[in-house]
């Protein structure tokens, strides 16, 4: 029953916060058992599905047409562990992390809310439930970076909700025309009724839809939301913005893919690539100058958003880019969870994120431990999962036959290396001469084991892909997974061109921002970094423009016409009563005058009337 998973969430989350206002820190222990049981079934479920696709219907009632569906596939039930499993570690992680904090059995409740959210958008058949669960996603995310994040953290939590809403209102758009078209709330019976939906319609319908779930993918040019919202983020909840979260905008993309698309479009596949190619670009470029450790994490995150959308814009059946996609996904969740845990862990025990004031050297084992590994999954050496999807993605950039997309891949393979080698020597093998000594971090406080325990489960997990890589592609379709030469060999040019300077720079002393600071080429490199962003576009668009049209139309309109006609009314008014007024003199004869003149008026009106 793949209700159960959810039933358990959705109880969780009352029984979380009334244990919380007895429990206190311990909370997190609770929220612990519910997601460990959830993860518990979904394994079950799995190994007992043998593969197949499950499904269940669920009647709202007799009076609606409406039913509760859920169907499970490879997919589906992937995401739904990966779901559960790096929440289940981000509730123990908490329980130490956010100890001091106040308010814990709501950040709790809103933990689990947030698990129930992800579980079901990834569980879910019908169109409008799927868009439910897609809500009660980003609210309890929205709560929890607004109210126990850090430094900015209400305009990091009220950026993301205006994004996510306008990729909300285009998904919600492109349900809409799918239903009017097609009749039905089965995504799964989309596929069959294709030929009722115009073409023009068609494209419409898919563009809206990918471009919505592309704003939770943060694929460029809607990407601003991201580093500021997983950078000023509790760091439990980073965890599961870039591990997972933004993994629920790939699977609605699979599943557009898999639903509309019955065969390859080339000029579609092209137009994919080329937004995929850009977001690579983007986020690893920035991830080479940052300083702030979560927000390098959050623009890594940006560029291998763009690598999965690639292998999802020349997806095939079984093709390699399809292949890849899926095992980066995993990948990529396990990787960045324990990065972000490894930057909560300097933040901590030390109090900055800022790696020119960190120098953490080797002395913490499992920390070390889970940079390096974390690193090796973003550059995509073994012994991490990336080592294979990596080599399947420079595989479907060469089936493209096209030559920036190689070119392309190779840049940003060589900028993966560039930056995590840049933080690595940074934090573990010295620090810029040009450091002020005196805010360097040393040894910080100790950490908690309750700490260091996930983040040892994720450094397992990801050093032991070698031991069920091929079983994974099993569970997902994938037939074989193999490394070829001439991938493997781009794979070691992206290493050598990417390794190579930053070394050099490291041995030099010139690895941080302020050396693009120090010369115009440096300055205009960063002005172009900022362009491309779009921040001041968006923000003369949306704000500026805005802000200067309602100014004018208060003017204009508020000021010049309405208030005007107010005046206008006034004025006439108090004329009218100047004149009236006059009548009234105070004088008590002239008063007794007018009184027998209006009665001597009104019986004449009556005798006239009805004699």
Known sequence: MLIVPIILQTLFVPVTY???RRLGKNTGWVVSVGLGFSLAYLLAVTVNSHGEALEETYAWGESLPLNFLLRADSISLLLAILINFLCLLASIYSIAYMERESGLETYYSLLTLFALGMTGVVLSANLIQFFFFWELMVLPSF????????????????????????GAALILSGIALTYAETGTLNMYEIPSLLENIDPGLWQFIVASLILGFGVKMALWPVQAWLPPAHADAPTPISVLLSGIMIKCGVYGIFR????????????????LGSIAILTMLYGGLMALIETDLKKLFAYSSISHMGYIFFGLSFALDHGPGLSAALLHIVNHALSKGLLFMCAGVFLHSFGTRDIRNLRIGIRRPITFAGCIIGALGLIGLPPSLGFWSKDMLLATALE?????????????????????????????????????????AHNGHKIPLI?????????????????????????????????????????????????????VAHRRGILLKGVFQENSF???????????????????LFAHSL???????????????????????????RSISEQIRRIQTGILSFNFLAMMVAISIIL????VTFL
């Not at 509309?260 to 479009?265: A, T």
């Not at 891949?409 to 020597?425: D, Q």
């Not at 004449?604 to 005798?607: A, E, K, N």
């Open 18 to 20: 009334v244990l919380g």
């Open 143 to 166: 709560f929890l970076i607004a109210k126990w994040g850090y430094g900015g953290a209400w305009d990091a939590a009220f950026r993301y909700f205006i994004y996510s809403q306008f």
């Open 256 to 271: 557009v893919h898999q639903l509309f698309f019955s065969h390859s479009i080339p000029i579609f596949s092209f137009m």
């Open 400 to 440: 493209t036959h096209i030559l920036p997309f190689i070119i392309a891949m190779v840049g940003t393979s060589a900028l993966a290396v560039a930056y995590s080698l840049r933080w690595l020597f940074i934090l573990f093998l010295g620090k810029d001469p040009g450091c002020n000594e005196d805010h360097l």
């Open 451 to 503: 700490m260091e325990f996930p983040m040892l489960l994720l450094v397992i997990a990801s050093s032991t892909s070698m031991f069920y890589v091929e079983s994974l592609g099993g569970f997902l379709g994938i037939e074989h997974i193999e490394i070829e030469f001439i991938p493997i060999s781009m794979s070691i040019m992206g290493l050598l061109i990417g390794g190579l300077p930053i070394y």
């Open 522 to 540: 440096g300055r205009a490199f960063l002005k172009v970094l900022e362009v491309f962003s779009l921040e001041k576009a968006y923000y003369r």
């Open 547 to 573: 802000l200067t049209l309602s100014n004018g139309l208060f003017e204009r309109l508020e000021t010049g016409i309405i208030d005007k006609f107010n005046y206008v009314i006034a004025g006439l008014v």
């Open 604 to 607: 004449i009106y009556i005798l």
